[in-house]
C-alpha cells in the first residue's frame, strides 16, 4: 500500500521535471515549424519560419496553403480567404471573425509594411476553416500534422450563429492585454492626428487662425522633438491640408501598430471669454445603443443568421468596443498630457474629460485628444499663432509622452503592445 | 472610377443595412406600450412647462432654464421645444448651446426614439470645440429624453440624413439617451 503510494508519488514528481525539459527543448528549436501530412507516412509539405516575436508571416502560410487574402479600403482589415471557407482579421486585435464565429488568438494580428503576421496558434483555430483540413500542433517539436480534406471547420468558441461572440461581449471580455500580460516595454510607433482638415476648417479665432492649420503646426514641431529626443517612430494622421475621415485616422494607427495615439486639436466655444486647457479619453458604453439592439434581436430569439447584415452591425459594434480594452492607460496617457500642459502653458486647468469621441472609438492602442487652448478667445488666439508658442506646446506634450514612455519601461504603467 | 463606385455602392449599402436592423429592432421593442406611459400627448394641444438645458457662462456644465412650451400635438410639442432650444436661453448668462441661424427642418416620433432633423447651420455654424459639441448635442438629448417620458432616445439627423460627427468631435451616428451628470459638468 504505502510503496505503491511513494512510487506514485514518485512518478508525479518526474511529470514536471519532463515538461519543464519538453519546453526547454522545444523553446530552443523554435525557429520554425515542420507542415506534415496527417496519412501514415506523411510526407512532409514544407516549413513556416518562426519570427523572435512567435508570430508568422502570414504570407509564408498562404504560400503553403494556397490562400488568397484582400485588404479593405480602410487598410486595417484584411479577408483571407481559402477553397472552404474564409476569415477576417483586424490589425491589432486577437479576435478571428468568421460568418459570426470567432477565435481569440494569443496575440494580436499585427499589420506592417512587411505584410502581416499571425500568432502560432491561427495554425489550429484559423487554418482550418479555411482549407477544410484539420490541424493539430505537436508544440513540443513544432510539427503541424495536417488533415484530409474535409476533416477541419473553423475552430472559434463552439458557437451556433452568432449567440455566443455577443454575450461575450456583454461579458467585457474583450480585453487582449489580461490575456497577454506583455513584459514591460516602452513606446515605439506613436501617431499624432492633426485634428480637422480640407474642408474641415475646424475652430475658427475673430483674427482667422483656424484649427486646421495650427493643430499641423504644433504636430510636426512634436514629431521634430520626439523623433530627435526619443528616437521613437513617429507617424501623422495627415501631413498636409486635405480632408481624412474619423476612422481613417484610427486605421492608420492600428496599421501602423501604434502604441499610443494623441489627436491634437484647438477649443472654441459661444462666449470669447472662455479659455483653458482640456484632454480627453474615451467614454465607456460609446455605441451602447448599437450592442443593446444586437443584444435585444438576439434574445428575442429572431435568430442572427450570421448573414452580410449582422456581421456589418457586428463589426460596427467591435469597432465601437476596440478602445475599452485600453480605457485605464488611455486615462492615464490623458493625465499626463493635461498635468502637463496646464504646467508648461501657466493655463486655466479644465480637467481630464472623458467623451464619447468617435476620432478616439476606433484605435486598438491608447488612445487620447488634447485640446490645446481656445482659438475663440482673442488673447489665446493670438498665442497659440505664435511659433514660440506653439513650441511651447509642443515641449509640453513631448515631456507628457516621455512621462508615458518612463511609465510604461518601469512597469507603473501597465500595457503597450506585445 | 469603376472602384470608387463600386466602394460607394457598398459603403451605402452596409449603412442601409444598419439603418433597416436599427428600425426593425425599434419595431420590435416590447415592454412600455405608449397608451400606458404618462405624457402621452398624442393629438392634444398642450401647454407644458419643460427644462431647457443651455450651457453655463463657462462653457463646463449643461444648466437648465424653465419655459412654457405649447404643441398642437406630441410632435408638434417636441419641434416647439427644439425650437426653443434654438431660441437661446434668456436668463442667467447662460449660454446658448446651438448656433442662432439653424433650424429644425422636421421633428418626428416613433417608438420612444425622436427624429430631429437639422439643416446644415448645426454644423456650418458651430464654433467647434470638443466640451462645447458635447453640450450641443447632449442639451437636445437631455431637453427631449428629461421631460418626456415616452422618449427614451434621440436620433440627431442634418439635412436629412445620419452623420458621424456635429462639429467633427462627437458620436452622433446612432440614437443618444440623455447624460443628466453634465449639468455638473461630468460625462458620468
Not at chain 2, 442667467?92 to 439643416?119: H, I, K, S
Amino acid at each position: 500500500m504505502n510503496r505503491t503510494l511513494i512510487r506514485k508519488a514518485g512518478i508525479l514528481a518526474i511529470i514536471p521535471i519532463l515538461v519543464f525539459l519538453g519546453a526547454f527543448l522545444a523553446s530552443a528549436e523554435a525557429s520554425g515549424v515542420l507542415i506534415r501530412n496527417g496519412n501514415p507516412g506523411g510526407k512532409i509539405l514544407g516549413s513556416l519560419d518562426l519570427q523572435p516575436s512567435g508570430m508568422i508571416d502570414l504570407a509564408s502560410i498562404m504560400d503553403l496553403f494556397k490562400l488568397r487574402a484582400s485588404m479593405d479600403l480602410m487598410g486595417d482589415r484584411m479577408d483571407v480567404v481559402g477553397q472552404s471557407g474564409s476569415c477576417r482579421l483586424l490589425a491589432g486585435s486577437p479576435l478571428v471573425l468568421s460568418r459570426g464565429l470567432f477565435a481569440l488568438l494569443s496575440a494580436p494580428v499585427r499589420f506592417s509594411g512587411a505584410g502581416l503576421s499571425v500568432p502560432l496558434d491561427f495554425l489550429t483555430k484559423g487554418l482550418p476553416g479555411l482549407t477544410g483540413r484539420f490541424m493539430e500542433m505537436d508544440a513540443a517539436n513544432s510539427i503541424l500534422t495536417v488533415g484530409n480534406p474535409g476533416t477541419g471547420v473553423f475552430s472559434g468558441e463552439k458557437a451556433e450563429g452568432l449567440t455566443r461572440l455577443a454575450s461575450f461581449i456583454q461579458r467585457d471580455q474583450y480585453v487582449p492585454e489580461k490575456i497577454l500580460n506583455p513584459a514591460p516595454k516602452g513606446l515605439s510607433v506613436v501617431v499624432l492626428d492633426p485634428g480637422h482638415g480640407g474642408r474641415s476648417i475646424g475652430a475658427k479665432g475673430s483674427s482667422g487662425t483656424t484649427e486646421k492649420a495650427l493643430v499641423l503646426s504644433v504636430a510636426e514641431k512634436l514629431r521634430r522633438r520626439l523623433e530627435e529626443s526619443l528616437g521613437i517612430k513617429v507617424i501623422l494622421t495627415r501631413t498636409a491640408d486635405y480632408f481624412v475621415g474619423l476612422k481613417e485616422r484610427t486605421a492608420i494607427a492600428n496599421n501602423n501598430n501604434a502604441d499610443l495615439f494623441i489627436s491634437i486639436h484647438a477649443n472654441a466655444a459661444f462666449r470669447r471669454e472662455v479659455d483653458g486647457i482640456e484632454t480627453y479619453y474615451l467614454s465607456l458604453g460609446s455605441g451602447d445603443a448599437r450592442a443593446m439592439e444586437y443584444a435585444r434581436v438576439e434574445n428575442e430569439a429572431l435568430g442572427l443568421k450570421g448573414g452580410p447584415e449582422d456581421e456589418a452591425l457586428l463589426e460596427a459594434i467591435l469597432w465601437d468596443m476596440a478602445q475599452t480594452s485600453f480605457i485605464s492607460q488611455s486615462r492615464d496617457a490623458a493625465a499626463l498630457i493635461q498635468e502637463s500642459l496646464v504646467a508648461g502653458l501657466k493655463g486655466n486647468d479644465r480637467g481630464v474629460r472623458q467623451a464619447p469621441l468617435a476620432v478616439l472609438m476606433g484605435a486598438r492602442m491608447p488612445a487620447v485628444l488634447a485640446e490645446i487652448g481656445f482659438i475663440s478667445n482673442p488673447e489665446q488666439e493670438i498665442k497659440l499663432n505664435r511659433e514660440s508658442y506653439q513650441e511651447e506646446v509642443a515641449r509640453a506634450l513631448y515631456n507628457a509622452i516621455e512621462q508615458y514612455h518612463r511609465g510604461l519601461l518601469r512597469g507603473e504603467i501597465q500595457g503597450g503592445r506585445p | 472610377m469603376k472602384r470608387f463606385l463600386t466602394a460607394f455602392i457598398l459603403v451605402a449599402l452596409v449603412a442601409a443595412a444598419l439603418f433597416a436592423a436599427f428600425l426593425l429592432g425599434k419595431h420590435l421593442r416590447t415592454g412600455k406600450t405608449p397608451g400606458e406611459r404618462p405624457g402621452d400627448l398624442t393629438g392634444l394641444p398642450q401647454t407644458r412647462e419643460v427644462d431647457l438645458y443651455f450651457a453655463d457662462p463657462d462653457g463646463q456644465r449643461l444648466s437648465i432654464e424653465r419655459r412654457e412650451v405649447t404643441g398642437e400635438n406630441r410632435e408638434d410639442l417636441f419641434a416647439r421645444v427644439v425650437e426653443e432650444l434654438l431660441r437661446g436661453p434668456t436668463e442667467g448668462n447662460r449660454l446658448r448651446t446651438l448656433p442662432e441661424t439653424t433650424q429644425a427642418r422636421t421633428v418626428y416620433f416613433r417608438d420612444g426614439t425622436v427624429w430631429v432633423d437639422f439643416d446644415a447651420a448645426i454644423r456650418d455654424e458651430h464654433p467647434g470645440g470638443t466640451w462645447t459639441e458635447v453640450l450641443a448635442v447632449y442639451s437636445i438629448v437631455n431637453t427631449l429624453v428629461e421631460n418626456f417620458p415616452e422618449v427614451d432616445w434621440v436620433q440627431i439627423l442634418i439635412e436629412g440624413v445620419q452623420s458621424d460627427t456635429l462639429a467633427g468631435h462627437v458620436d452622433i451616428s446612432g440614437p443618444l439617451t440623455s447624460r443628466v451628470q453634465l449639468l455638473s459638468g461630468e460625462w458620468e
